[in-house]
Structure formats: C-alpha cells, structure tokens
C-alpha cells in the first residue's frame, strides 16, 4: 500500500499517546502534511496512527523521550480536522 498523508486544516491538532488519551506528545500545525503509519483505505477513520515527523514535539522530562508515532483526531463533531 501507498504511503498516505493528510494535511491539516485547522491552527493545531494534537498528537496523543492513545485515541482519547489527555497526554498531549505535540502538535501539527496549519497545512502541515501528515504521514500515516497505517495508511486506510476509502473513508478516514476518527483517530489514524501518524509518524511524528516535522511535529512541534511538547517537552518531555529529564532523561524521557516520546515515541515516533502518535495518534491524531481527524474530526470532532464540528468539522474535519485533517483532508487527504
């Protein structure tokens, strides 16, 4: 399968350790292309693995580091937040 990206339509949207988790890992900014870790097939799902790849990554504590994935929303129940 083809590497898929999708660009972000919104000022930021989080990346999370799990779906619905609070523990923010960092954001992506507007326009920013995101690459998906498991790319889906026809509609996107609500929550989709993405590579943390030119994210602003929130600080982390001493001697901790944050995964190379994540997992951003890509809509709530007022829009899309992220388009192919």
Request: glycine fraction near 8%; proline fraction near 7%.
């Amino acid at each position: 399968m083809a590497t898929q990206f999708l660009r972000v339509l919104v000022k930021t949207v989080a990346i999370r350790d799990e779906p619905g988790s609070t523990d923010r890992q960092g954001d992506f900014n507007k326009d920013d292309a995101v690459k998906l870790v498991t790319p889906c097939g026809g509609e996107v799902p609500e929550w989709v693995e993405v590579d943390m790849v030119g994210a602003v990554r929130a600080p982390t504590e001493e001697g901790q580091t944050r995964p190379a994935t994540g997992f951003v929303r890509t809509r709530n129940r007022v829009c899309s937040l992220l388009e192919p």
